[in-house]
Structure formats: structure tokens, C-alpha cells
């Protein structure tokens, strides 16, 4: 069975967001088209406490600027999808897509979260993992933002799990849009059995 998996379309990404994306708003009516083909549709958000090391402000940096913390290098971003606040929330525009349930990541302060599949420490399978099994969902669509961040760590844990998966390239977009070259990106993809396709090849139901 089929899944489509929306990626990070939340407020604060959009144009007038703390963080805005270029391009992000020209993806959510092809998504919409594509959203329409599934009937299993998940959503997968970050949820940052708003004392989150990866926030500039909580070390009194500027955002783009890069500090060695004790898991790695991390570049900072400004305080974006905070819990509870509106820019943490879904972007109205996608309010017809009947999502079926929201995962969420980025919830431990002290490390900057990015795959949906593996939790923050790299050693188990998080709660997504048990809903897909449980629906017997073995093949999945990615779509959203975070190509080359969360949807590419994702898409690469999800498929070391057993997943059938695909990066739906037309409705994704990358979070750092200046150093994304996609199809350096597929071709890494592809080493782990992972295609790109476009909206009307993405298996559905």
C-alpha cells in the first residue's frame, strides 16, 4: 500500500514566515492535485522548544553562521516552528488535504533532530515506523521541504527500514535553495534504491 508524506509546509517557511523558503508557495497547488490521488496522507512537522540549540538567539548569533556543538557541526536558523505558536502550524493553504496524522521532529532541545524515521540518538525507529507497519503501507511518496535535510535523511533511514520510496521532485523543495543541485541529490539517492519522479508518476493507490 501507498503513503504520500508531507514534509515541513508550515507557516514559518512560507513568505512571510520567521524563515521563509524560496519557492515553497508554488509547490502547494500541485501538491493539492497530488494529495488528491492518496488516501493515506501523513504529515511530518518540526516542533522546536523555544530554547532549541539550533535557534541563533540562544547563543546570541546570527542565523547562517555555523557552532561546533557536541554532535556535530550546526548551523544556526532562526527561531522557526516553535510548539504552540501559529508558525509551528500547518499552512492554511493545504487545509483541504485530509491528513490522516501529524509526526513530529525536532522535539529535544539539545540536538537538531532532521530524519522522521530514526530518533534524535540514531538508534531506533521512531513512532512513524509502527503507524506504517501497522496500515501494511510498504511503499511512500516524500514531498515538502527539506529535500536536502530532513526529506533526504528520511527517505534514506525509511528505505534502510524496507520502504519502497520516492522523492517526488516537482512538489519538494530544498532548505538551503543556492547549494541544492538535484540531480547530485538523485544520484546519491539512487545508491540507496531511492527514485526521483515527478507528481503524475508517483505510485498511488
Known amino acids: 500500500m501507498n503513503a504520500l508524506l508531507i514534509f515541513d509546509m ?3 517557511f512560507m513568505s512571510s514566515g520567521s524563515f521563509p523558503l524560496l519557492g515553497v508557495e508554488e ?10 490521488k492518496f488516501s493515506w496522507i501523513y504529515a511530518v512537522q518540526d516542533c522546536h522548544p523555544a530554547d532549541h540549540v539550533s535557534f541563533a538567539l540562544n ?5 547562517g553562521e555555523e557552532m561546533a556543538l557536541s554532535y556535530g ?3 544556526l536558523h532562526p527561531v522557526h516552528c516553535v510548539k504552540g505558536s501559529f508558525g509551528a502550524e500547518i499552512t492554511a493553504a493545504l ?3 485530509s491528513v490522516k496524522k501529524t509526526f513530529y521532529k525536532c522535539l529535544q532541545k539539545v540536538v537538531d533532530s532532521i530524519s522522521a524515521f530514526i530518533d534524535a540518538k540514531g538508534k531506533k525507529a521512531t513512532s512513524i515506523d509502527q503507524e506504517l507497519k501497522k496500515r ?5 511518496s516524500f514531498s515538502g521541504i527539506g529535500a536536502d535535510s530532513s526529506i533526504k535523511e528520511s527517505m534514506i533511514d525509511a528505505a534502510g527500514l524496507g520502504y519502497l520510496c520516492y522523492l517526488v521532485t516537482d512538489v519538494s523543495r530544498p532548505r538551503d535553495k543556492d547549494a541544492y543541485r538535484e540531480n547530485r541529490l538523485l544520484r546519491e539517492l539512487n545508491g540507496y534504491g ?3 519522479v515527478l507528481s503524475h508518476q508517483a505510485p498511488v493507490n
Request: charged residues 25%; without cysteine; glycine residues 6%.
Open 10 to 12: 508550515q507557516n514559518d
Open 27 to 36: 509547490i502547494i497547488e500541485p501538491m493539492q492535485k497530488l494529495a488528491s
Open 59 to 63: 547563543h546570541g548569533r546570527r542565523p
Open 73 to 75: 557541526v550546526q548551523k
Open 95 to 97: 487545509s483541504s488535504v
Open 136 to 140: 501494511r503501507i510498504d511503499t511512500l
Open 194 to 196: 531511492i527514485q526521483g
